[in-house]
Structure formats: structure tokens, C-alpha cells
T-cell receptor, first 113, second 114 residues
Framework: GAVVSQHPSRVICKSGTSVKIECRSLDFQATTMFWYRQFPKQSLMLMATSNEGSKATYEQGVEKDKFLINHASLTLSTLTVTSAHPEDSSFYIC?????????FGAGTRLSVL | AQSVTQPDIHITVSEGASLELRCNYSYGATPYLFWYVQSPGQGLQLLLKYFSGDTLVQGIKGFEAEFKRSQSSFNLRKPSVHWSDAAEYFCAVGAKTGANNLFFGTGTRLTVIP
């Protein structure tokens, strides 16, 4: 099956620093990748959709300058949380889409101190 | 507007008992339908999907789901639950045309007791 690798699985950082999360499709080409945020015991909230070689499309209420998304190739998308603050602490999950199916990474637990 | 409803926030079943998780959706057309499972601290794993054809679909780990158009439902079932099935289950709908966007339900947490 299609595999999506997400790294790191957990990161702790100081307030004001930036954190980059990588999402790679290992055995397929994902023309579209998605970034989600999940709060404790809640469902996934779509943050943005990224297409290879073009700008990401952000959902309403998501700050594009805060959550920088780059989709440089068909197998790699990155999410950078800039100037992170404690309220950005969350579980971030990416997915890559192929043939109308989304395959998810294992998620990144971000803790901002 | 698209929406997915999972009416049961938390279900507890005994190991070996049967399971049914409910999912109802609201969509402008016949959607693609999915069930995903999430273990604590992990991403989502695809259990099964419905695109077209036979309305009873089989998935991994012994799960199945039935698409009922008249009821706008896509309930997940398993005849005999194992302790390892304890997890969070999400129903999702997607568009048949492009985009690949998914709309998720709020999830059902399954607890399995010995």
C-alpha cells in the first residue's frame, strides 16, 4: 500500500522559534498533499492543500504567513510553523493523495514551551 | 453543505462481541466514502472505501461497511472485535471530482473490554 512518512514524530521547541515538518510519499507520487491539525479528542481540521509546484490553498482562519507550506516535488511537502507560540502546540498530520485516496503520515506532536 | 455525522462519541464492547459504528453524511451527490482508524498518537490508517459498485465493501482487519443511499449512511461493522481494535474511528466523505478533499466526522472512540 501507499506509504507516507512524516518527520519528526515529536518536537519540543521554545516560543518564538520555527519548526519544520516533512511529509514524504515513499512509494507513490502525490500531486496533492494535505496538512491537518488535530486537537485532543477531536477530529482532523484541514489547514491547507498543497499541489506540487504551486502555492498552497489555505482554509479560512489559517494564517498562511504562520504556517508556511512548500511542495517542492511530487514526493515531498513541508510545513513550517514560524515563530511558534504555545497555542500552536498540537498534533499535525499530513496526507498524500493518489487516485482519490488520502494516505496519512503518522503525525507530529508539536509542543511549544 | 457537506457534513459527516458520527453520532456515537464513545462505544464500549466486549472482546468477541460484534460491532457497528454509525456514520451519516450529507452531500450534494454520491460521494466517495471512507473509514479510517487512528491509534493513540498515530496517523490514520485506511480501513476501507466505497467508490461505486457493490454497496457492501470489505476492508482490512475483518471490517466491512455498507453504503445505504436511501439512509445516507455508511456504517462500519465487525462480527467479532479483538482487543487490538481499540482505537478512534473516523468516517470521511470525499468528492468524486478532483480536489481529493475529505470531510471527516468527529470520530468514535472504541474501547474493548476483556
Amino acid at each position: 500500500g501507499a506509504v507516507v512518512s512524516q518527520h519528526p514524530s515529536r518536537v519540543i521547541c521554545k516560543s518564538g522559534t520555527s519548526v519544520k515538518i516533512e511529509c514524504r510519499s515513499l512509494d507513490f507520487q502525490a500531486t496533492t498533499m494535505f496538512w491537518y491539525r488535530q486537537f485532543p479528542k477531536q477530529s482532523l481540521m484541514l489547514m491547507a492543500t498543497s499541489n506540487e509546484g504551486s502555492k498552497a490553498t489555505y482554509e479560512q482562519g489559517v494564517e498562511k504567513d504562520k504556517f508556511l507550506i512548500n511542495h517542492a516535488s511530487l514526493t515531498l511537502s513541508t510545513l513550517t510553523v514560524t515563530s511558534a507560540h504555545p497555542e500552536d502546540s498540537s498534533f499535525y498530520i499530513c496526507s498524500g493523495a493518489a487516485k482519490n485516496i488520502q494516505y496519512f503520515g503518522a503525525g507530529t506532536r508539536l509542543s511549544v514551551l | 453543505a457537506q457534513s459527516v455525522t458520527q453520532p456515537d462519541i464513545h462505544i464500549t464492547v466486549s472482546e468477541g462481541a460484534s460491532l457497528e459504528l454509525r456514520c451519516n453524511y450529507s452531500y450534494g451527490a454520491t460521494p466517495y466514502l471512507f473509514w479510517y482508524v487512528q491509534s493513540p498518537g498515530q496517523g490514520l490508517q485506511l480501513l476501507l472505501k466505497y467508490f461505486s459498485g457493490d454497496t457492501l465493501v470489505q476492508g482490512i482487519k475483518g471490517f466491512e461497511a455498507e453504503f445505504k443511499r436511501s439512509q445516507s449512511s455508511f456504517n462500519l461493522r465487525k462480527p467479532s472485535v479483538h482487543w487490538s481494535d481499540a482505537a478512534e474511528y473516523f468516517c470521511a466523505v470525499g468528492a468524486k471530482t478532483g480536489a481529493n478533499n475529505l470531510f471527516f466526522g468527529t470520530g468514535t472512540r472504541l474501547t474493548v473490554i476483556p
